[in-house]
């Protein structure tokens, strides 16, 4: 396995240049099933959960060429069972369900199981199909799903769910009939996935909005997309700037989507410079403590919890992050407390004393935004930081230390010393 190693206390500066979002690529990906044909997709990361994906198709019979450009032909399906071994290593592949079942009328997908930051289940999903006609069983840890006729219906969630959004979004476009969901998350990765479909010929409105309505067609054609790029990826980097009080140009930022990250990143005392399409981040003077929430889109996202908990460590006063969105989502603490920080969690919100200085150490990474959050910390802190468990970061960044790199920090991949 690899680790990270960071020297911290380099300044960062210079340019660097956001890739394309996992969170919509993947989902984009799965859209590719609706029909055959052959689909291109551009701006696509270079990361593992990506690498997963083309694995997925190529398993359902697609054909799947290319790295960040790519072309996917999906005139071949001929298995619609998405086994529990890809399944349980990316959650997102729990999306070929809803494309499955509305070309093919069936489809056998494992559930997803849980993982580090909760248990993460997907009855809001199945429910969703149940009320579009579906028919449902599940027999030892697979979803099994059919139906004669995919109906519009009226799909009311109880929370915003971004993935059961998606996936009922792309059933219903060929879905007999109108389906409205309402309490649908608003994420723009939703946004850019509706995007692609209406590419396809799919008729869709309200997509960004909690309430989508979408008009089923009898077929749709290929999709020819380009990612929009990832705002998580952005915000890290940004943090990445605060926490070195370095100056950074973000370039290919989605900048009208990252309101809540600009604005709580400002409140903390980073500057903030905004261009049509990329961000000039800088700081000047001390840190501020802050108080934040997480929330579905357009809110503070739970996907720069870990990243921004890293920045507080070095705040003055303390702070307070309430994680609303999953259970278990504070396992970067421990690991943040072992480099000096001081922070306490209790249920789900976490108190950061801040104005401590970092001491690097080696450290665990145990999920995708905790591994970002300890190199961050790593940049910031005195002597060397060592992140094992780095298979977690490739997950959801591609080549995050190589832009690093690009920005002046001292940090290197290598081999893990066997224990
Ligand atoms: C998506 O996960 C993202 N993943 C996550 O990003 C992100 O953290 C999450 O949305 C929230 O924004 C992808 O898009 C591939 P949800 P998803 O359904 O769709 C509960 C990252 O770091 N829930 O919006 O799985 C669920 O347990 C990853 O890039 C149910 O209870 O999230 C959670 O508490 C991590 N039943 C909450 O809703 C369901 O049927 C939100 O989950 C579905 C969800």
Redesign the pocket.
């Known amino acids: 396995m690899d680790c990270i190693v960071v020297q911290g206390g380099k300044k960062l500066s210079g340019e660097v240049t956001v890739s394309g979002a996992?969170?919509s690529a993947?989902?984009i990906m799965a859209a590719t099933l609706l029909t055959g044909g052959t689909h291109r997709i551009a701006g696509v990361p270079a990361l593992r959960d990506i690498t997963t994906m083309k694995r997925l198709l190529g398993h359902l019979g697609a054909g799947v060429e290319g790295s960040d450009q790519l072309e996917i032909v999906t005139d071949a399906i001929e298995t619609f069972e998405a086994p529990y071994d890809l399944v349980k290593t990316m959650?997102?592949s729990f999306l070929v369900l809803g494309p499955l079942v509305a070309r093919f009328g069936r489809a056998v997908v494992s559930l997803p199981g849980g993982c580090a930051?909760?248990?993460?289940?997907?009855?809001?999903?199945i429910k969703a199909f149940e009320a579009m006609g579906v028919t449902v069983a599940i027999d030892k840890g697979y979803v099994h799903a059919a139906c004669d006729e995919l109906k519009g219906a009226r799909i009311l969630f109880d929370?915003?769910?971004?993935?059961?959004t998606e996936n009922i979004m792309m059933a219903a476009t060929l879905a007999k009939g109108t389906t409205v969901i309402e309490n649908a998350?608003r994420?723009p990765?939703i946004v850019d996935l509706a995007c692609a479909l209406r590419n396809m010929g799919a008729r869709i409105e309200g997509d960004g909005t909690d309430r989508i309505t979408i008009q089923g067609v009898r077929e749709l054609t290929p999709l020819s997309h380009t990612v929009m790029p990832d705002r998580?990826e952005a915000g890290t980097l940004m943090v990445a700037a605060g926490i070195t009080g370095g100056t950074v140009v973000i370039k290919n930022c989605p900048v009208p989507v990252m309101g809540s990250t600009i604005d709580k990143l400002r409140e903390i005392g980073l500057i903030i410079e905004e261009g049509q399409n990329e961000l000039r981040v800088s700081r000047n003077g001390a840190l501020r403590h802050v108080e934040v929430t997480t929330n579905?889109h357009p809110g503070f996202?739970?996907?720069m919890q870990a990243q921004i908990m890293a920045l507080l460590t070095l705040a003055d006063g303390t702070s307070i992050i309430r994680e609303t969105?999953?259970?278990n989502r504070f396992i970067h603490v421990a690991e943040l407390d072992r480099m000096g920080a001081n922070i306490k969690v209790e249920h789900d919100t976490a108190i950061i004393a801040g104005a401590q200085t970092l001491q690097g150490t080696t450290v665990m990474a145990t999920d995708?935004?905790a591994s970002a959050s300890l190199i961050l910390a790593g940049l910031a802190a005195q002597g060397t930081t060592v992140v094992s468990r780095v298979y977690h970061l490739d997950r959801?960044y591609d080549r995050l230390e190589k832009k690093l790199q690009g920005l002046g920090a001292d940090i290197h991949r290598e081999k893990e010393k066997q224990q």
Request: charged share 25%; aromatic share 2%; glycine share 12%.
């Open positions: 996992k969170n993947l989902a959650r997102a930051i909760g248990v993460r289940p997907v009855d809001m999903h929370m915003p769910t971004v993935g059961g998350a994420e990765e998580i579905p996202p739970t996907d969105i999953f259970e995708l935004r959801g």
